[in-house]
Every structure is written in structure tokens, then in C-alpha cells.
């Protein structure tokens, strides 16, 4: 009894319930606004044309910016290169180059004329008379350019009985050189060479006192003939009238090529240079004596 009862009710209830209704609810108008109008909703932005098309190609291209004509090509070089502005202008270092060009060499600062020791100078002014040179005291040279000497001697003649033909300008110091190794070395070679009875009476000279750079170069060092160091024997004249000339005689097997080697080689005794024609092109027809100091006392002969 109780289990039916609520299916009683159950039935009852679906027998009796309410239909749908045909149609549904209306919606109420929403109120007009204070403009009076309803809000409406902003269109879209128009898309911008596209590009017309390239029919010849069929690709699609930009059209040029402007008044729309189409732009010409500039002509290229001859060589078909460009050149940028770059290229045109020159490069640092060239420019560095030229800049040096301009500048002027710096001005060569030369020595001043070197003073002699008064006491050794009179010394050697008293040997030079006592072996029986003649010479002049001269006036002081100053050339410029580091030529000159201070306290030079004109000589004439070297020993009582040998002449310097030409007579020459030097320092003492080389005059007293020359008369020495002429006296005690070059005249005994030629008693032994020649005969007892011949002797030098004459030294020629080539060069003594000159301004010039060593070897007569347009650059260079200054030679010691422009101080007045050096003096350059070309040859010997005997008594007997000969004439004993300097030139390569190195392979000599006369007595003139016995008695050059002779004098060349005890020259070296007496001066601190001595340059023979066997020792460059420059000293094929002399030699050239020097006194300048070299150092440690060493002597340059060949």
C-alpha cells in the first residue's frame, strides 16, 4: 500500500501538467539615447589599392616613389670601373709622402777646425828645422764645411836636399812624418835599390791641402786631406835623373817595383794610414799618407 501510493502521485502529476505556450516572451525595447539615435558600430578602414602588376614578367613590383618616371642610368667609365670618391682622393701614406717631399733636409752641422796644443805644435816646429825642412808658417784656414787648419806650414822642401814639388800646406804633424820616413827609410831603399851614389831629390806630390771629401765623392765623409793630415806621393825623381812612379807593382820583379813595396810597407812605421794601388781604384796612381790617430793605436796599411 505504501509503494503504490507514490506512483499514484506520480501519474497524476504528468497527466495534469501545464502545456508550453505557442510563442515565446517579447523582449522590451532598449530606451533611445540622448542623441536620439542608436549607436552604430565604426566601419573598417578601407585596404590601401595594391600595386599594379608587371604583365611583362608577371612578377609584381613596386611603383616608383616621385613624379613616376622611370629613372635614367648614368654612364660608366671607359674601363667599366667606378671609381668612388674614396678611390680618387690619395691614400694617408701617399699624402705622408708628399708632405715629407716638402720638407726641407736639415742643415748639416760640421766641425769646427781643430785647434792645435801650442806646446806640442813648437815642439814639432823645432824637430821640423832641426832635419833641415823649409816651410812658411801660414795663416789659420777656416773654409767652412770642417775645412781647415789651424796652424798650417807652406813646405818647399822636406830634408836640406829633397824638394816637395809642388810646394804643399799641412799640418806639422805630417810635415815632420814626411821628412822623417824620407830621410831614414825612403833614402836608404833607394842606395840599396838604385845605387849608393843615387839619392831623392824630389818628392811629387798629388795632393796635400785640399777641401774635399775622401776620394773626390760628392757625399761622404770629409777626407783628412781637407785637416791637413794627408799628403799624397805620386812619385820619386832620383839624382840620376829617373823617375820612380807609383802604380800597381805588386807582381813588379824590377828593382822599381822592389823598391815601391819597399817604401810602402815602412811607410806604415811613420804614418797611421797608408793606402797603396793595390788597395782600391781610387790610389792606383799615389800614396796616401795620413798621421789621424786610430783607435788603440791601430795603423791601417795595404
Given amino acids: 500500500m505504501r ?6 502521485l506520480l501519474s497524476l502529476l504528468v497527466l495534469t501538467g501545464a502545456s508550453l505556450p505557442k510563442s515565446g516572451p517579447i523582449p522590451i525595447k ?15 578602414d578601407k585596404k590601401p589599392p595594391t600595386p599594379a602588376e608587371d604583365t611583362k614578367d608577371g612578377m609584381a613590383q613596386e611603383a616608383p616613389a616621385g613624379d613616376g618616371k622611370r629613372p635614367v642610368p648614368q654612364p660608366k667609365p671607359a674601363n667599366g670601373v667606378e671609381q668612388s670618391t674614396k678611390d680618387k682622393e690619395p691614400a694617408v701614406d701617399e699624402k705622408e709622402e708628399r708632405a715629407d717631399e716638402k720638407k726641407e733636409p736639415a742643415p748639416i752641422v760640421y ?5 792645435e ?7 814639432c816646429v823645432a824637430d821640423l828645422k832641426a832635419l833641415g825642412a823649409t816651410f812658411v808658417e801660414a795663416k789659420r784656414i777656416d773654409e767652412g764645411k770642417g775645412c781647415g787648419i789651424d796652424k798650417p806650414l807652406e813646405v818647399s822642401s822636406i830634408l836640406p836636399d829633397v824638394t816637395l814639388a809642388p810646394k804643399g800646406l799641412m799640418r806639422c804633424e805630417t ?6 820616413w824620407t ?3 825612403a833614402q836608404p831603399a833607394a842606395e840599396v835599390a838604385f845605387d849608393k851614389t843615387v839619392r831623392i831629390e824630389a818628392l811629387n806630390q798629388a795632393s796635400a791641402y785640399v777641401c774635399r771629401l775622401r776620394n773626390n765623392a760628392t757625399t761622404g765623409k770629409i777626407s783628412e786631406h781637407a785637416h791637413g793630415n794627408a799628403v799624397d806621393i805620386a812619385s820619386f825623381t832620383l839624382s840620376d835623373g829617373t823617375a820612380i812612379s807609383i802604380q800597381p807593382r805588386d807582381e813588379d820583379g824590377t828593382m822599381d817595383g822592389a823598391f815601391q813595396r819597399a817604401v810602402t810597407a815602412s811607410a806604415c812605421l811613420y804614418f797611421k794610414t797608408v793606402l797603396d794601388p793595390g788597395s782600391d781604384a781610387a790610389h792606383e796612381t799615389h800614396l796616401h799618407l795620413d798621421v789621424v790617430d786610430r783607435r788603440n793605436g791601430y795603423r791601417y796599411c795595404r
Avoid: C, Q, S, W
Fill in 3 to 8: 509503494r503504490t501510493f507514490p506512483l499514484i
Fill in 30 to 44: 532598449k530606451p533611445p539615447t540622448a542623441a536620439g539615435d542608436e549607436e552604430t558600430v565604426p566601419a573598417p
Fill in 111 to 115: 766641425p769646427p777646425v781643430e785647434a
Fill in 117 to 123: 796644443n801650442a806646446a806640442e805644435y813648437a815642439k
Fill in 175 to 180: 810635415a815632420l812624418a814626411l821628412a822623417r
Fill in 183 to 185: 830621410k831614414e827609410a
